[in-house]
């Protein structure tokens, strides 16, 4: 190793790259909680916004069935802002995920490598092979398995969203137009 590779401020020292991926680390994982609770945060105040449209349909006395639609339309464009919302947050979060992954497995290529740099590593596509004199190096890729699953769970959870924007929306008619005849029936 040449003087300028033990620079302080030099990525080409081993040692600062496997600091500065740490610290990458650390500062994707405080973005990954903070995209989860902006999807929690989302979530929540959806559910909110929906059940008081829901409560104030169902005790309503002035609203005819004829007039379904105005809660109707209030909670299908709360559903299509939210459902974008969601659904991109959920994708910023799989793919920070999936960077993470790929920063842990560069952290045990740059420790089980000694004298590999970052740069060097990051040269290797994943999945790929560095031969350099005296040192052979294999990038290996994050589990595909975790890949895979986190992918069905983001998909069930926007699609639970769905199913639950579904059942809104019915209900915005349902409560207003089947508490209505019920009225009716008791007369």
Same mark, same amino acid.
């Given at each position: 190793?040449?003087?300028?590779?033990?620079?302080?401020?030099?990525?080409?020292?081993?040692?600062?790259?496997?600091? *500065?991926?740490?610290?990458?680390?650390?500062?994707? @994982? *405080?973005? !990954?909680?903070?995209? @989860?609770?902006?999807?929690?945060?989302? /979530?929540?105040?959806?559910?909110?916004?929906?059940? =008081?449209?829901?409560?104030?349909?169902?005790?309503?006395?002035?609203?005819?069935? #004829?007039?379904?639609?105005?809660?109707?339309?209030?909670?299908?464009?709360?559903?299509?802002?939210?459902?974008?919302?969601?659904?991109?947050?959920?994708?910023?979060?799989?793919?920070?995920?999936? #960077?993470?992954?790929?920063?842990?497995?560069?952290?045990?290529?740059?420790?089980?490598? %000694?004298?590999? /740099?970052?740069?060097?590593?990051? $040269?290797? %596509?994943?999945?790929?092979?560095?031969?350099?004199?005296? =040192? $052979?190096?294999?990038?290996? *890729?994050?589990?595909?398995?975790?890949?895979?699953?986190?992918?069905?769970?983001?998909?069930?959870? !926007?699609?639970?969203?769905?199913?639950?924007?579904?059942?809104?929306?019915?209900?915005?008619?349902?409560?207003?137009?089947? *508490?209505?005849?019920?009225?009716?029936?008791?007369?």
């Amino acid at each position: 190793m040449n003087n300028q590779d033990q620079l302080p401020g030099n990525n080409n020292n081993p040692d600062q790259s496997e600091m *500065k991926l740490i610290q990458i680390n650390e500062k994707q @994982e *405080k973005r !990954i909680q903070a995209l @989860e609770a902006k999807a929690l945060q989302l /979530t929540n105040l959806y559910f909110v916004f929906q059940g =008081v449209i829901l409560s104030t349909s169902a005790s309503a006395r002035s609203i005819k069935c #004829h007039h379904w639609w105005i809660p109707f339309v209030l909670s299908l464009l709360a559903a299509i802002l939210n459902l974008f919302a969601f659904y991109f947050t959920i994708k910023k979060i799989v793919r920070c995920r999936e #960077h993470f992954d790929q920063n842990l497995v560069d952290l045990e290529v740059l420790k089980s490598n %000694p004298g590999v /740099t970052m740069a060097e590593v990051v $040269q290797v %596509p994943p999945g790929g092979q560095l031969n350099r004199e005296g =040192v $052979q190096l294999f990038r290996a *890729k994050p589990d595909p398995c975790k890949k895979w699953w986190r992918w069905v769970l983001a998909s069930a959870s !926007i699609g639970l969203s769905l199913g639950f924007s579904g059942v809104v929306l019915y209900g915005c008619h349902a409560l207003l137009c089947q *508490k209505r005849s019920n009225e009716y029936d008791h007369c």
